[in-house]
């Protein structure tokens, strides 16, 4: 795994740490708050006027029933209370992180959000917490456009070199001895985020090689190829038994057990360029 200190290079000027903004804080804020209702959440969400209005335009689209949503309370009941946390979330880090010409960012952003709703029905069975799970998932990724504004050449490289689901960030190793992962992970220790999920980002390029092994991990470098598989036209489970084999034998995942759980790509990502338009 990377060092921590190898990447200390792309952080030494401030600038290039995105902040972690104040509605995504007060989201993971309430993962384990249990009684945190509609009302609480919509307030939230409205503190920010762009996030607000993203999940307004959210709530109207085909996928949600069609007719727009008149204000943030009618679009918070229409999608419920874990649909609009998770939706205000991604809204919310997508804003924190600079948009890079060479990648589209509302595929880049679909991409993070399939990933983080694999990652949440994968984590329980791998033993790992579902909406830690998810904000890693949101957030795995997201290094990436920091590596992008920093080496645009790498990105370029990279992105026309990957010919197969999960291996984006082995590439950027090769190249760099930096995976886009590694600098998630550190966004994630700056971000005062759990060390478990600091851990997981880190240890999701190399999910085997991780000591002690991270179920989060695991959960990560999946979902994560699963989106690829998904956004290049693959069999998401053809492609986990080609690619990740060995991870899914440590694992014990059965190939019919992923085909019946793994939720499929329309399910997460439709209507979505709403939130990153």
Same mark, same amino acid.
């Given at each position: 795994?990377?060092?921590?200190?190898?990447?200390?290079?792309?952080?030494?000027?401030?600038?290039?740490?995105?902040?972690?903004?104040?509605?995504?804080?007060?989201?993971?804020?309430?993962?384990?708050?249990?009684?945190?209702?509609?009302?609480?959440?919509?307030?939230?969400?409205?503190?920010?006027?762009?996030?607000?209005?993203?999940?307004?335009?959210?709530? #109207?689209?085909?996928?949600? #029933?069609?007719?727009?949503?008149?204000?943030?309370?009618?679009?918070?009941?229409?999608?419920?209370?874990?649909?609009?946390?998770?939706?205000?979330?991604?809204?919310?880090?997508?804003?924190?992180?600079?948009?890079?010409?060479?990648?589209?960012?509302?595929?880049?952003?679909?991409?993070?959000?399939?990933?983080?709703?694999?990652?949440?029905?994968?984590?329980?069975?791998? #033993?790992?917490?579902?909406?830690?799970?998810?904000?890693?998932?949101?957030?795995?990724?997201?290094?990436?456009?920091?590596?992008?504004?920093?080496?645009?050449?790498?990105?370029?490289?990279?992105?026309?070199?990957?010919?197969?689901?999960?291996?984006?960030?082995?590439?950027?190793?090769?190249?760099?001895?930096?995976?886009?992962?590694?600098?998630?992970?550190?966004?994630?220790?700056?971000?005062?985020?759990?060390? &478990?999920?600091?851990?997981?980002?880190?240890?999701?390029?190399?999910?085997?090689?991780?000591?002690?092994?991270?179920?989060?991990?695991?959960?990560?470098?999946?979902?994560?190829?699963?989106?690829?598989?998904?956004?290049?036209?693959?069999?998401?489970?053809?492609?986990?038994?080609?690619?990740?084999?060995?991870?899914?034998? &440590?694992?014990?995942?059965?190939?019919?057990?992923? &085909?019946?759980?793994?939720?499929?790509?329309?399910?997460?990502?439709?209507?979505?360029?709403?939130?990153?338009?």
């Amino acid at each position: 795994m990377t060092s921590m200190g190898g990447i200390e290079r792309f952080f030494l000027c401030n600038s290039n740490l995105p902040a972690m903004p104040e509605v995504a804080r007060q989201v993971v804020a309430c993962f384990d708050d249990a009684a945190v209702d509609l009302a609480t959440l919509g307030q939230i969400a409205g503190r920010d006027p762009e996030v607000a209005a993203r999940i307004v335009r959210f709530a #109207g689209t085909p996928a949600r #029933g069609g007719f727009a949503a008149a204000s943030l309370p009618e679009a918070a009941a229409r999608l419920g209370a874990q649909s609009l946390r998770d939706h205000v979330l991604a809204a919310s880090i997508a804003s924190a992180f600079p948009h890079v010409p060479d990648l589209e960012p509302i595929a880049f952003w679909k991409h993070c959000l399939a990933t983080a709703g694999t990652a949440r029905v994968l984590a329980p069975a791998l #033993g790992a917490d579902a909406d830690g799970a998810y904000l890693a998932g949101l957030l795995v990724r997201a290094g990436q456009l920091l590596l992008a504004r920093m080496l645009p050449q790498v990105l370029q490289s990279v992105e026309s070199s990957l010919q197969e689901p999960g291996g984006r960030a082995r590439l950027e190793r090769l190249a760099i001895g930096t995976a886009h992962a590694d600098m998630s992970a550190e966004v994630a220790r700056r971000w005062r985020l759990p060390q &478990r999920l600091v851990d997981g980002l880190a240890g999701s390029v190399e999910p085997l090689e991780a000591t002690p092994f991270s179920p989060l991990a695991a959960a990560l470098d999946l979902a994560g190829t699963v989106s690829d598989a998904a956004q290049l036209g693959v069999d998401p489970v053809l492609a986990l038994a080609s690619v990740r084999a060995p991870l899914l034998r &440590r694992l014990q995942l059965e190939e019919s057990w992923l &085909r019946e759980r793994l939720p499929s790509w329309g399910s997460l990502t439709d209507g979505s360029e709403a939130l990153f338009a």
